[in-house]
């Protein structure tokens, strides 16, 4: 019999109301750390589908003590956060807030607070997560003017304020954007700007782009967002996805067939593991284990542009009473000089010094996500540890039984050195998988497979995505040629961060 979030040693912590107590200063925001409606209660019923959901519905679940958490979290801190060693060189450090970025698009939960609380179960008002980028564009120009620009129809109002483009904030510095999460620090602030201007760019580029074959029979504002999303979702599946998974878990999970009576290869994910009825839900296996990679991943420390010194992501006071130039933490306006140089943090240069690296996958975080601020994630504190509670408190199974449902052997016990002998918590697993088989760079066979499954499957549930409507599609717009569009060819699109600040 399968044990229940209920039995598990550890009681659940929700964190999903974003609301702290009253203070002076910046109030606390929606964060990344908020759990989206729903993640709360999984229910184990085989037969369930909601929102949030199973993969390997019939492992049982991993109990471990609040002890053996505290333990293993201790041991997952990097001891040597400045150890260049430790870098990943296949993995920029611009790809890490995309990692975050996409999350918040694919768990983006529009509903009021109000509702969240009368209907915390989320079986009702169910919403598909999609690669549609509703992060950025919300419910539209109709139904949220507010962040469109009125002298310009279809586009983004963003904010300049002495030579800096910022997100358009309100008199208290809060970013007017439809998630408030993408606020949460300053490089996931610029990303968010830059979409912005990506589908502002496609606007304005619109004539030529049509001419180019793409939807006639759309209005602008509706052509420009199907432009922007399938570029978008070619760079999360071709540039993203194919380096975090590693190239054979790629190739393994999205299959290339041959051309029927077409120009090119048609694209079709080879779903072994996530299966639904009727809707795509969100695997707990991927939000609550392998796609929580990404915070291993994170530096310590940055170089945001020329001239602003290297800063740490995080302090750990709170950021409305900390020095604001002394951390790159978000939820406040873009001080002077803090304009992002993409070349940083993005492979845009040939023959410049290349990008600030990611950190190796391994189970070691660096020492800000230990002592997380209150904003950024309300009473979380140490990430790691919060991580395993929330692995534990929703019943996720070992990575080891996970790696045998797939077929996959396991990691020994030697290699995994986890609390349990034969059982380590799926994230752990997935991080020490990715190290002793990806050699740190990308995810091993058990995480890159969930993550891979679940990126594709969403995308192919998608009946608006390029793979359903025209799994033959190449992007249109000019990329780094033959085909190829990557988050640096989107950036050179919008010209935005490629100057010198
Ligand atoms: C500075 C960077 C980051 C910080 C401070 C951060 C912090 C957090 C916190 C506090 C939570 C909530 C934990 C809980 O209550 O269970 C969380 C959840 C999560 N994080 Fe991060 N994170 C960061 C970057 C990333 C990245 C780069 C990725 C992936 C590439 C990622 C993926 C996730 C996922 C999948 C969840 C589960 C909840 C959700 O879907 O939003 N995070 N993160």
């Known amino acids: ?59 049982p679940a991993l109990v471990l003590s609040e002890a053996e958490i505290a333990e ?45 609380r009368n209907d915390p179960d989320a079986l009702t008002n169910f919403r598909s997560p999609f690669f549609d980028l509703d992060s950025v564009y919300g419910r539209g120009p109709g139904d949220q003017p507010y962040l469109y620009d009125d002298d310009n129809p279809g586009r983004f109002l963003v904010q300049r304020r002495d030579g800096l483009l910022d997100l358009q904030r309100n008199a208290q510095e809060t970013a007017i954007v439809a998630d408030p999460r993408n606020d ?7 990303l968010q700007l830059t979409l912005q201007l990506f589908h502002n760019t496609v606007m304005d580029r619109l004539p030529q782009l049509r001419e180019s074959g793409s939807g006639p029979d759309e209005d602008d504002f509706t052509a420009a967002q199907r432009i922007v999303r399938w570029h978008y979702q070619w760079v999360v599946v071709h540039d993203f996805l194919r380096r975090i998974v590693g190239e054979q878990t790629f190739q393994d999970a999205l299959r290339s067939t041959s051309p029927t009576g077409r120009g090119g290869p048609v694209e079709r994910p080879d779903l072994r593991f996530y299966h639904w009825r009727n809707n795509p839900f969100m695997p707990v296996e991927f939000s609550a284990g392998a796609y929580r990679f990404g915070h291993s991943l994170v530096r310590g420390r940055y170089k945001l542009n020329t001239t602003v010194p290297p800063l740490p992501i995080f302090t750990p006071e709170p950021i409305s009473e900390s020095d604001p130039l002394s951390h790159f933490g978000g939820f406040r306006a873009l001080p002077p000089n803090w304009q992002i140089e993409w070349r940083r943090f993005f492979p845009l240069d040939g023959n410049g010094s290349g990008p600030q690296l990611s950190r190796a996958i391994d189970p070691f975080l660096v020492p800000p996500l230990t002592e997380l601020p209150e904003e950024a994630a309300p009473g979380v504190g140490a990430l790691a540890r919060r991580n395993l509670t929330r692995g534990v408190s929703l019943g996720l ?105």
């Open 1 to 59: 019999m399968k044990s229940t979030a209920e039995t598990s040693v550890v009681p659940e912590q929700r964190t999903d109301t974003g609301v702290g107590p009253s203070r002076p200063g910046p109030r606390p925001r929606r964060s990344h750390g908020a759990l989206p409606r729903g993640l709360g209660h999984v229910p184990e019923s085989p037969m369930y589908e909601g929102r949030f959901g199973r993969m390997f519905r019939r492992l």
């Open 72 to 116: 293993l979290a201790q041991r997952m801190v990097e001891r040597n956060p400045g150890d260049a060693g430790l870098d990943n060189p296949d993995i920029p450090a611009g790809y890490t807030y995309l990692g975050q970025f996409i999350d918040h698009d694919l768990t983006h939960d529009p509903t009021p607070l109000q509702l969240r």
């Open 184 to 190: 949460e620090n300053i490089f996931v602030s610029h």
């Open 397 to 501: 199974p070992s990575g080891q039984a996970v790696a045998r449902a797939m077929g996959v052997e396991p990691l020994a016990d030697s290699q995994l050195e986890s609390p349990r002998r034969g059982a380590a918590p799926l994230w752990y697993y997935v991080l020490r998988e990715a190290e002793v088989l990806g050699g740190g760079r990308h995810l091993g066979p058990v995480g890159g497979r969930i993550v891979a499954e679940v990126f594709l499957g969403l995308l192919a549930a998608d009946p608006a995505s390029y793979l359903s409507r025209d799994p033959g599609w190449r992007p249109t717009l000019e990329g780094s040629g033959d085909g190829e569009f990557t988050m640096s060819d989107l950036i050179r699109f919008t010209g935005f961060g490629l100057a010198e600040a």
